[in-house]
């Protein structure tokens, strides 16, 4: 069974870059077939995919975030990262990494807050 689990700053201010990890154990981020998603939820709203990074590194985007976003792996350390750039308020939300693997969402991580402001 494949457990997620995301990390990084719980504030940030704006205009500044939003950095999340999320390591993987259970299985490995280089399986084939599988993609590495993030998702987030901004309070009252509903969850907003926010991209993914295959398990051979390529990257898909949202089309609403993607002029600001980034996605990096460490093969090494069996984890994958959110980079999202020239954040404000609106950016605050719960994030989550999960899998995608078999036409399906597999496992997600719990879950983090991340609050842009000043």
């Known amino acids: 069974q494949v457990q997620l689990q995301e990390s990084g700053p719980g504030l940030v201010k704006p205009s500044q870059t939003l950095s999340l990890t999320c390591t993987v154990s259970?299985?490995?981020?280089?399986?084939?077939?599988?993609?590495w998603n993030w998702i987030r939820q901004p309070p009252g709203k509903g969850l907003e995919w926010i991209g993914a990074?295959?398990?051979?590194?390529?990257?898909y985007y949202s089309p609403s975030l993607k002029s600001r976003t980034s996605f990096s792996r460490d093969t090494s350390k069996n984890q994958f990262s959110l980079q999202l750039r020239s954040v404000t308020p609106e950016d605050t939300a719960v994030y989550y990494c999960?899998?995608?693997?078999?036409?399906?969402?597999?496992?997600w991580g719990q879950g983090t807050q991340v609050t842009v402001s000043s």
């Open positions: 999960g899998q995608y693997s078999d036409l399906r969402f597999g496992s």
């Open positions: 259970g299985g490995s981020i280089t399986t084939s077939g599988y993609y």
């Open positions: 990074i295959g398990y051979e590194g390529s990257s």
